[in-house]
């Protein structure tokens, strides 16, 4: 197994989530798009300090991510990010460039992940989604990537999402959820 494979297969596993192993990352042509809730706990500050470390090994030097914070779905609990000042941009970069906060600013972080998929998907990528919280975020990134005239099959095809918790299901919107799941299953 080369090194690239074992890192990626590390950065799951590190994360809570399951491997996709009918699927690989081409970093010269997919994305990684890395959604964390922040809400209720603290397990998503330890994990986007995980994903931030890996993506600064050489052998992951020039893979294409986006960061998404704020990507919670129907839940009432505190947002944590405030603690650290600037956290996010010591992590992944510039915010709106490498990052976004969904919970500040929804339609708008939508759109950036929309801008961001729409380019792989047409060069023949794929977009690899971690969702380390609620697929509402997902959910809505996908409709306006359908809105752009992406073709539904193309989707199904090319984003593969990983969901990590039976909790995150839960507090998913349930109609949201199950569409996602549906688009899912046809890749098998």
Do not use: C
């Not at 809730?37 to 994903?51: Q, R, S």
């Not at 709106?96 to 998907?121: F, Q």
């Not at 990590?164 to 899912?184: G, P, R």
């Amino acid at each position: 197994m080369k090194l690239k494979s074992l890192v990626f297969t590390i950065l799951f596993l590190v994360l809570g989530l399951p491997v996709a192993l009918s699927q690989t990352f081409n970093k010269n042509t997919d994305l990684l798009l890395a959604n964390f809730d922040l809400k209720p706990d603290e397990d998503d500050v330890m994990a986007a300090a995980a994903l931030a470390s890996m993506l600064k090994h050489p052998d992951l030097s020039g893979v294409d991510y986006f960061a998404v914070i704020g990507t919670y779905g129907d839940q009432n609990h505190i947002f944590i990010t405030n603690g650290v000042p600037d956290y996010y941009n010591f992590l992944f970069g510039t915010e709106n460039i490498d990052w976004t906060n969904a919970h500040a600013n929804w339609s708008e972080s939508v759109v950036r992940a929309k801008n961001k998929i729409i380019p792989v998907l047409n060069a023949g990528g794929k977009v690899f989604v971690q969702e380390a919280g609620q697929s509402n975020f997902t959910y809505d990134v996908l409709q306006a990537v359908i809105a752009e005239s992406v073709a539904l099959t193309k989707i199904q095809s090319n984003v593969i999402s990983v969901q990590h918790s039976k909790y995150n299901e839960k507090n998913t919107t349930e109609s949201e959820l199950n569409w996602l799941k549906k688009i899912q299953s046809m890749l098998k």
